[in-house]
């Protein structure tokens, strides 16, 4: 027998190895590397190429390119977002096939998810000669239902905004019909005459509408875009709707908005609800589509999300049928969860007297704010003129003039210094540190009661007793009455800085309510209503959702410092400079004047008036009103007058 040599065997021997060898090295392709390659250039997938990584086939094995791929892709999902995608698991293999799972992840227009998985079978072929898992391309890769032709489109079903309403749940701001008066460029045959026909109308009905850029807005917009002139309530619009209808050039839309009683009722606090912007828009990505209805300021802004609620989606899958017609399958939808409701305090009768008070005001800003003394409950919240812009009533921060002489008075006669019977001289003039102070109209009352000096409203006599408190016994006085403090209404206000330390002149000045000292209306009103409760109690406004930080209740003020206070408070009314107050229907008032000198000009003052009727506190301003007594009083007797009929 022949025995092979030794070198021989040896180089048989290596080659089986080097054959091993080879055999390993050479990897059988798998299916999941497709399917990872396919899912991860799905959702930014435009050219179809997927990097080489990735080949199509169809159910009869026909090769599909990476190009027609996507665009059926892209045509497939409709009005959706590309998805997310993802594997789920390992593909299963039977000989020269496959079966995968993708989970899609479809992000809706409202962020909501649509998830599901779907099957994708792949076929094993030849590409360039070598073997390579195929992506079996079809509809059902992107949903089951999916057939040839079709594709994703989604509807949006709106939810219902909350209204606000009063503490007994009854409506005050609710859905009402609105006309949106607009032109159409295209349609128009006379701008001039079109412009002075729709001022004379806006006017009769005393609605301002500016008109000064509306050759400009025509010029600038499209044929047949919609430019819009002024959003009115449909009872408005109907009184002026002979007028305008024919017109060569309007153009009106009929929708329904979320509104007040009437167009000035709580207006600067409650807000309003318009047309998100494009400045909306683009300043929350992806939250607001064209056409939806967001707060623009108010509480229906700060609140929004609250109001709004969350707007539901269909998803359907569509085609066309042979008669022409579309189909539509629904595949998924989510529910619409309506808004919620904002409950306040404010209650109608009394917003409608405050209202029409500030009514009769037209050529000055102005805010009146009325509270329940009992409860804290803020019941009307005006501003004017036509409902303010600002919540003047809130926000302000502006001197309290003679105001805060309540202040003044409550800190010497709680801290014993004086009574309401000392005398305490009222000169024409007072000078301290060189500054010389003044009454107003350079009255004189000589030596009289404390008393007096309060209901005549004497600035010299208050000047005289800033030593009394000391460097920091007004801000003292100020903290016991709510002033200053730390306040959650929900909603901005502001509570007031009181004058602390500084110069026997600064401190002179601030005792009857000058110098660094500024209030807001709301402050006031928590004040001289913690006089006539005898404690402070935070005015509250909004109910439902409850401030998170209502501040806690002040101490209880002395009786015998009230006792002494609330009747020189009610001496301004009988024969004091409140006196215009004394006859009206209701019961008793008793109140504080005030003329606030805001700048280097005495001709230049606010005008107050701050008191209480029975449960009723309530705070009168005027910017740049002048004397209170010939402003903030006769608005003051208005409100007190409707409210009490």
């Not at 019977?421 to 009661?449: I, M, Q, W, Y």
């Not at 007031?496 to 000045?509: D, L, M, P």
């Not at 930080?549 to 101490?555: E, L, Q």
Request: proline share 6%; net charge neutral; with cysteine.
């Amino acid at each position: 027998m022949y025995a092979p040599s030794r070198r021989l065997l040896t180089a048989t021997l290596a080659a089986l190895l080097a054959a091993t060898s080879l055999a390993a090295c050479t990897k059988e392709p798998e299916p999941g590397s497709a399917l990872d390659a396919f899912a991860a250039g799905w959702p930014g997938m435009e050219s179809g190429s997927w990097d080489g990584k990735v080949t199509f086939v169809d159910p009869d094995s026909k090769t599909v390119s990476g190009t027609d791929v996507a665009a059926q892709l892209k045509a497939y999902a409709g009005t959706l977002t590309p998805p997310t995608v993802k594997v789920e698991g390992k593909p299963t293999v039977t000989k020269d096939s496959a079966a995968g799972k993708l989970h899609l992840n479809w992000t809706l227009p409202d962020g909501a998810h649509w998830e599901y998985s779907t099957d994708v079978k792949l076929a094993k072929g030849k590409v360039g000669g070598e073997d390579a898992w195929n992506i079996v391309w079809q509809p059902q890769v992107v949903h089951p239902d999916l057939q040839p032709g079709a594709s994703l489109a989604t509807k949006q079903v709106k939810a219902q905004r909350g209204g606000i309403v009063d503490a007994k749940g009854e409506p005050l701001v609710s859905s009402r019909q609105v006309v949106v008066v607009g032109v159409e460029p295209q349609k128009i045959t006379n701008l001039p005459a079109l412009t002075a026909l729709l001022d004379a109308a806006f006017k009769s009905i005393k609605v301002g509408v500016d008109l000064g850029d509306l050759a400009a807005r025509v010029k600038e917009a499209k044929p047949d875009s919609f430019v819009e002139l002024v959003t009115l309530r449909r009872e408005a619009y109907d009184q002026i709707r002979k007028d305008i209808r024919d017109l060569d050039g309007t153009v009106f839309r009929e929708e329904t908005r979320e509104l007040a009683p009437n167009r000035v009722f709580g207006r600067a606090l409650f807000g309003s609800v318009g047309e998100a912007t494009k400045e909306i828009m683009d300043a929350n990505p992806g939250k607001y589509q064209a056409g939806d209805q967001v707060g623009l300021f108010g509480l229906e802004k700060k609140y929004d999300e609250r109001l709004r609620g969350t707007d539901g989606f269909q998803v359907f899958i569509t085609s066309k049928t042979s008669a022409g017609t579309t189909r539509e399958q629904q595949v998924y939808d989510t529910d619409a969860v309506n808004g919620q409701p904002l409950k306040v305090t404010l209650e109608t009768k009394a917003q409608n007297a405050a209202d029409a008070a500030l009514a009769t005001k037209t050529d000055r800003r102005t805010a009146i704010v009325a509270m329940r003394i009992s409860d804290g409950h803020v019941i009307a919240v005006a501003n004017g003129p036509d409902g303010g812009g600002d919540n003047l009533a809130f926000v302000a921060q502006v001197p309290p003039g003679s105001t805060f002489k309540v202040v003044t008075a409550y800190g010497v006669l709680d801290n014993g210094s004086i009574t309401s019977n000392t005398v305490v001289n009222c000169p024409k003039t007072f000078t301290v540190d060189g500054r010389t102070f003044k009454n107003s109209h350079d009255f004189e009352l000589g030596a009289v009661p404390f008393h007096t000096d309060i209901a005549k409203s004497c600035n010299t006599a208050f000047a005289s007793l800033a030593p009394k408190l000391g460097p920091d016994g007004l801000a003292a006085a100020g903290t016991a009455l709510g002033l200053g403090t730390k306040w959650d209404m929900g909603v901005d206000c502001f509570t007031g800085a009181v004058s602390s330390g500084g110069s026997a002149a600064e401190r002179a000045a601030a005792s009857f309510g000058q110098g660094t000292t500024i209030v807001s209306p709301v402050a006031m009103v928590g004040a001289i209503a913690a006089v006539a409760r005898g404690q402070w109690k935070q005015p509250i406004v909004l109910l439902d959702p409850a401030p998170a930080a209502v501040a806690p209740d002040g101490p209880t003020l002395k009786t015998s410092t009230l006792n002494q206070l609330r009747p020189a408070l009610r001496e301004v009314v009988t024969s004091g400079t409140g006196k215009a107050l004394a006859d009206v229907p209701g019961g008793a008032v008793s109140g504080k004047t005030g003329t606030a000198e805001y700048d280097a000009n005495p001709a230049h003052t606010h005008a107050w008036f701050v008191g209480w009727q029975g449960d009723i506190a309530f705070a009168v301003f005027v910017e740049n009103g002048g004397d209170s007594t010939s402003s903030a009083v006769p608005l003051a007797e208005s409100f007190l007058r409707a409210l009490n009929k």
